[in-house]
């Protein structure tokens, strides 16, 4: 198999990833009014709706970010799929980044559905990365000099 071939597979495949974590995420959201039970109830009644709004809103919107990167994985010669390409991958790298830097307390990585959640993002933002760049470095390979 080609280079080419490849980083398109690994872009198609981290677009149904993206769909996948859009479901995990929306699959976990009734588990949360549970973990904010041990909060004073004026806290819970303060911070149960916007969570699981957060929660149900990132899980649809992951739908979207996972279907246009599919959708541009199979059409990476255009100049909008590049860009559309570039776009989606800056936004995966800094999923990662802010599940470290915004959950802390040990007990979240117990929970199966974080885990999985953390294993798709960290599979997906290394496979999104590599593709992306072998695109663009066929796609610089090509042009004439």
Same mark, same amino acid.
């Given at each position: 198999?080609?280079?080419?071939?490849?980083?398109?597979?690994?872009?198609?495949?981290?677009?149904?990833?993206?769909?996948?974590?859009? @479901?995990?995420?929306l699959v976990?959201?009734?588990?949360?009014?549970?973990? @904010?039970?041990?909060?004073?109830?004026?806290?819970?009644?303060?911070?149960?709706?916007?969570?699981?709004?957060?929660?149900?809103?990132?899980?649809? +919107? @992951?739908?979207? +970010?996972?279907?246009?990167?599919?959708?541009?994985?199979?059409?990476?010669?255009?100049?909008?799929?590049?860009?559309?390409?570039?776009?989606?991958?800056i936004v995966?790298?800094?999923?990662?980044?802010?599940?470290?830097? @915004?959950?802390?307390?040990?007990s979240y990585?117990?929970?199966?559905?974080?885990?999985?959640?953390?294993?798709?993002?960290?599979?997906?933002?290394?496979?999104?990365?590599?593709?992306?760049?072998? +695109?663009?470095?066929?796609?610089?390979?090509?042009?004439?000099?």
């Amino acid at each position: 198999m080609n280079p080419l071939r490849i980083a398109i597979c690994f872009l198609r495949a981290v677009g149904l990833l993206l769909i996948a974590l859009g @479901l995990v995420h929306l699959v976990a959201t009734p588990h949360i009014p549970a973990l @904010l039970e041990g909060s004073p109830s004026a806290v819970y009644r303060r911070a149960v709706g916007p969570v699981l709004l957060n929660h149900v809103l990132v899980g649809i +919107l @992951l739908f979207p +970010l996972g279907y246009t990167t599919w959708l541009a994985a199979a059409k990476w010669g255009e100049a909008w799929a590049r860009r559309v390409l570039v776009v989606n991958t800056i936004v995966v790298f800094v999923l990662p980044i802010s599940v470290i830097v @915004l959950m802390r307390q040990p007990s979240y990585y117990t929970a199966p559905l974080f885990l999985s959640g953390v294993s798709l993002v960290a599979i997906i933002s290394v496979l999104m990365m590599a593709a992306t760049f072998a +695109l663009l470095r066929i796609k610089a390979a090509s042009r004439p000099r």
